[in-house]
C-alpha cells in the first residue's frame, strides 16, 4: 500500500505571499490531520479533516486554513506568510475507527519543507 | 492542559549498550499513547500504541511499556541505524481524535 504523499517537498516564498501544500492520505483512509514542526516548538496540530468537514483545529491563526475533498485528499493553505511560518509542514492519515475505538495512530507522510524569506 | 515530557534530550550509546527513553506524561483521559521515530529530514514513523497501564508492545530490538504515568521504550541491544529522534506524543480526552499531542523527542545517537 502506498504511504501518505505530500507535494511539494520544498517550496521557498517571500513574506506576504501565500501557498498551498498537498497531501494524499494513504487508501481507505478518511481522516487527515496538518501539523507543523520546528526547532523551537516541535510537532504542533493544525487540524484535522474527515469527510470533508473540519473535525478538530489547533491553536493557530486564522492565516491558515485547509480543506479535504471527496477522495480525501487535502489541502492547507497559509496566507499573508510570516518568517516564523518557516517549517516542516506534517500530513498524517488515520485508518477508519477499529475494534469500538475513535482514536487510532496515524502515519505521516514526508512533509513539505517551507522557507519563508 | 496536557503535558508530555521526554527524557534525556539527547543519548549517545555504543553499539550493543541497551538502555530505556522516558516519556511522562500529564493528561486528562489518555485515549493512547504513541511512539514514532523520525530520522532527519523524514515525516515521523509510527512504532507503537499503547492503550492502557500495563500493556507492552515489542518490535525488533524495541520494547514499549506503558504505566499510569509514564512509558518507556526500551531499547536492547541497539545498532547504529537505531539512531534516530524517537518522540512520544498522546491522544486524550482533551485533545480528542486524530490529534497528537507530542513530546519534544529524545534523539539517540548508537555509536559503532
Known amino acids: 500500500k502506498a504511504g501518505v504523499t505530500q507535494t511539494p517537498r520544498y517550496l521557498i516564498k517571500t513574506r506576504g505571499q501565500q501557498v498551498t501544500l498537498s497531501c494524499s492520505p494513504i487508501?481507505?483512509?478518511?481522516?487527515v490531520s496538518w501539523y507543523q514542526q520546528t526547532p523551537g516548538q516541535g510537532l504542533q496540530f493544525l487540524f484535522e479533516?474527515?469527510?470533508?468537514?473540519?473535525?478538530n483545529k489547533g491553536n493557530f491563526p486564522g492565516r491558515f486554513s485547509g480543506r479535504q475533498f471527496s477522495n480525501s485528499r487535502s489541502e492547507m493553505n497559509v496566507s499573508t506568510l510570516e518568517l516564523g511560518d518557516s517549517a516542516l509542514y506534517l500530513c498524517?492519515?488515520?485508518?477508519?475507527?477499529?475494534?469500538?475505538?475513535?482514536?487510532?495512530?496515524?502515519?505521516f507522510g514526508p512533509g513539505t519543507r517551507l522557507t519563508v524569506l | 492542559e496536557d503535558q508530555v515530557t521526554q527524557s534525556p534530550e539527547a543519548l549517545r550509546l555504543q553499539e550493543g549498550e541497551s538502555s530505556s527513553l522516558n516519556c511522562s506524561y500529564t493528561?486528562?483521559?489518555?485515549?493512547?499513547l504513541f511512539w514514532y521515530r523520525q530520522d532527519p529530514g523524514k515525516g515521523p514513523e509510527f512504532l507503537f500504541t499503547?492503550?492502557?497501564a500495563g500493556e507492552e508492545k515489542e518490535k525488533e530490538r524495541l520494547k514499549a511499556t506503558l504505566t499510569k504515568k509514564e512509558s518507556f521504550l526500551h531499547i536492547t541491544a541497539p545498532k547504529p541505524e537505531d539512531s534516530a529522534t524517537y518522540l512520544c506524543?498522546?491522544?486524550?480526552?482533551?485533545?480528542?481524535?486524530?490529534?497528537?499531542?507530542f513530546g519534544t523527542g529524545t534523539r539517540l545517537t548508537v555509536i559503532p
Open positions: 498524517a492519515s488515520s485508518p477508519p475507527a477499529a475494534g469500538g475505538r475513535s482514536y487510532n495512530e496515524q502515519f
Open positions: 506524543a498522546v491522544q486524550s480526552d482533551q485533545t480528542g481524535a486524530n490529534n497528537l499531542f
Open positions: 479533516y474527515f469527510s470533508e468537514t473540519q473535525r
Open positions: 487508501s481507505g483512509h478518511r481522516s
Open positions: 493528561v486528562s483521559g489518555l485515549r493512547g
Open positions: 499503547l492503550y492502557s
